[in-house]
């Protein structure tokens, strides 16, 4: 049952809503904003019917500091209220107000509008849930479209990107880089690697495909696509809302190829100016192309991988990840088992 705040400091108002809306909603009234602020930081609310005029804090203040605050901006406010002045209505919209409900009010306007309202909340999570998943879908599409000219990595993007979320989930145990992976949301930060690779569509199929080594002009050519995909990701960040998703991936596209002692490219960062998706990205993209047959190597054995990301941390790899690494070794022969 969703919950509906109501903020007077008239006992009527209050009694009057709660009989209201009791049947439809689980209804909390408070006789204060100090109450409803206090009451917030345990029980976040799906609406809040506020008063305006309202001693030591009004419903102006109130609603500011609701803006104030990332985590309670998006919860709908309806002010309650007594006064008819346009002016004061277009301070209340101004500052993020949803409606207005003129006091006194009858029990059935009431409940029409919140119902109105969280249906319209509801109506927009859906959509804006359903555009994210056209994106992550045609996101998908195109990193597996890359993918599929590459006839030589068939499941990397899939094995990868189940890497990284083992790995930074082990980061986070064993507090190793805490502060920067603290707030990360997982499935976002994942999935974002899934393009990693992206840059390799501006490659043509003669070197990507080559079955043999690539000569010392076709791996310069081939070392282009880092750089490519992170201007790619550039593009549609310029066109885009979702910083998140994007951000992570275009350090993922740029920075895979870095390594930790500066002789990387396209940049040749050193040591912790490489960013962490790069870092990160480094190390599974390498285990999977060692533990992977290709037409000019054949797979080598997971432990025989294992060992040589072991052996080269402090120079290609960051050491301090290099130890987490090598203590997920069994999650990740679960991966490739699968």
Request: hydrophobic letters at 40%; charged letters at 25%; proline letters at 4%.
């Amino acid at each position: 049952m969703k919950i509906v705040f109501v903020v007077d400091d008239s006992d009527t108002t209050l009694s009057l809503a709660k009989e209201a809306l009791k049947e439809h909603y689980r209804v909390m009234t408070l006789p204060s904003a100090q109450k409803m602020l206090a009451l917030i930081e345990k029980v976040i609310p799906d609406l809040i019917l506020l008063d305006i005029e309202m001693p030591e804090m009004d419903g102006f203040e109130a609603l500011r500091r609701l803006k104030n605050n990332p985590s309670l901006a998006s919860i709908p406010v309806i002010f309650l209220t007594s006064i008819t002045d346009p002016l004061i209505e277009v301070q209340g919209f101004e500052l993020g107000a949803v409606d207005f409900i003129s006091k006194p009010f009858s029990a059935p306007v009431l409940l029409y509008r919140i119902r109105s309202q969280l249906n319209i909340d509801e109506i927009i999570k859906e959509r804006t849930a359903q555009l994210q998943r056209l994106q992550n879908s045609t996101l998908y599409v195109l990193a597996d479209m890359v993918e599929s000219r590459d006839a030589t990595t068939g499941g990397h993007l899939e094995r990868t990107t189940a890497y990284i979320k083992l790995l930074i989930e082990a980061l986070l145990e064993n507090g190793v880089y805490i502060d920067q992976i603290c707030d990360i949301d997982f499935d976002i930060f994942a999935s974002s690697a899934r393009l990693h690779d992206v840059g390799k569509i501006a490659i043509s199929d003669n070197i990507l495909n080559k079955p043999g080594k690539l000569t010392d002009d076709e791996f310069t050519v081939m070392k282009t696509h880092a750089m490519e995909g992170e201007q790619i990701i550039k593009q549609i960040i310029s066109r885009s809302e979702d910083e998140e998703f994007f951000y992570h991936a275009k350090l993922f596209a740029g920075y895979h190829h870095e390594r930790w002692d500066g002789t990387g490219y396209p940049y040749s960062l050193k040591g912790e100016d490489i960013p962490l998706q790069g870092r990160l990205m480094a190390f599974v993209d390498v285990f999977d192309a060692l533990i992977s047959e290709r037409p000019y190597k054949k797979a080598l054995s997971h432990d025989e991988s294992i060992q040589i990301i072991m052996d080269n941390a402090g120079t290609q790899f960051d050491p301090n990840i290099a130890e987490v690494f090598g203590q997920i070794s069994d999650q990740l022969k679960t991966v490739n088992e699968t």
